[in-house]
């Protein structure tokens, strides 16, 4: 099938709004999938609308996953703790977000486990608001982050220290994943967030100051990665284990003929397309998607050693990937 005449379809299915608002107590942004009822629904959470998801994107708007048996339904949680909860609970299968929790919760005898890798590259510039010009002028700045536990917090405490700035120089606050950090950006709420593109181009174009790449202090960075119960993982297997494929799959397409994905991007971004092009010649200069959704060495042991900084995990504790990564399923 030419992806070319598939894309320019109408594409937007609206799948879990309803369920998504019963099933959780709070609102969820839902995505979309494919609706087919008759065939196994996996219900997949996302951070949120940011470009670690076009593999993902790429395969719901290509019908992959209901080509080889599969419903998928994705919902937008913008939190990372809520999407670890929901993993717990079994309010959701599958989850495509930050690896800290799981690695931590693995540590500690739970049941979460990482399967596969997404997004082993930092995507993420440091955006400040106008007044900001320089390093110099970030004292006494508020860094809005989607956790203080995971994803760009860590990030954060690290890049003041490059730049000299101590703890007492500034404060971090937990507002949400990129989309919800922009808004804060324009209301004032916040003064600096790390933003991946094109988010970063939106904020530059409106003339808030990009102060780097945050990719210069973290060459090797698991930021996202496929994320399950162990209990659910055991039980549906077959199921997992083709999800992963198809989600390969989507990815090799994708970086196959990137440009025919962009008007897909540019509305699951809420962008337009020349910036969601952008997004993607970047993403792809830079490696940022995991090879064969990989879990690469460096790149995870980055965050576990994160994890050690931050006391998350006792000091001493040895890195295993085995206590944490389950690779049966690739």
């Known amino acids: 099938m030419g992806c070319q005449g598939q894309l320019n379809k109408p594409s937007r299915r ?46 719901l708007e290509l019908k992959l996953f209901e080509r080889e048996g599969l419903h998928v339904t994705v919902l937008v949680f913008d939190n990372a703790e809520r999407i670890t909860e929901a993993l717990l609970k079994g309010e959701i299968d599958i989850a495509v977000s930050t690896p800290e929790s799981v690695m931590v919760d693995a540590y500690q005898g739970g049941p979460l486990r990482m399967v596969a890798g997404n997004a082993e590259k930092l995507p993420h510039q440091i955006i400040a608001r106008p007044p900001v010009q320089s390093t110099q002028d ?8 989607l956790s203080l536990k995971e994803g760009t917090a860590y990030l954060v405490k690290r890049y003041a220290e490059s730049i000299g700035l101590n703890k007492d120089h500034y ?6 994943g990129a989309p919800t950090r922009w808004k804060h950006l324009q209301d004032g709420s916040i003064d600096v967030g790390f933003q991946p593109f094109p988010l970063s181009y939106v904020a530059e174009d409106a003339g808030y100051s990009n102060l780097g790449a945050v990719s210069a202090l973290f060459p090797d960075w698991l930021f996202t990665c496929v994320n399950v119960h162990q ?15 198809t989600l390969n799959a989507a990815q090799l397409q994708f970086m196959a003929t990137p440009h025919a994905f962009a008007p897909l991007l540019a509305q699951e971004l809420r962008t337009t397309p020349a910036y969601a092009a952008r997004a993607i010649d970047q993403a792809l200069r830079m490696n940022m998607f995991a090879p ?38 690739l």
Do not use: C, N
Request: hydrophobic letters at 50%; charged letters at 10%; proline letters at 6%.
């Open 231 to 245: 209990r659910w993982a055991q039980q549906h297997a077959q199921q997992l284990k083709v999800f992963l494929a």
């Open 14 to 59: 609206s799948t879990l709004a309803l369920l998504g608002a019963a099933a959780f107590g709070h609102r969820i942004q839902p995505s979309w999938g494919q609706t087919s009822p008759s065939l196994p629904v996996l219900r997949v959470a996302i951070i949120s609308r940011t470009v670690f998801y076009a593999p993902l994107w790429a395969a």
């Open 292 to 329: 064969g959704t990989r879990v690469h060495p460096p790149a995870v042991k980055a965050v576990f050693e994160a994890l050690l900084d931050t006391e998350q995990l006792p000091a001493g504790t040895a890195f295993q990937m085995e206590r944490f990564f389950d690779a049966s399923y």
């Open 138 to 145: 970030l004292v006494g700045a508020r860094f809005g982050v």
């Open 171 to 176: 404060t971090v606050v937990a507002v949400g």
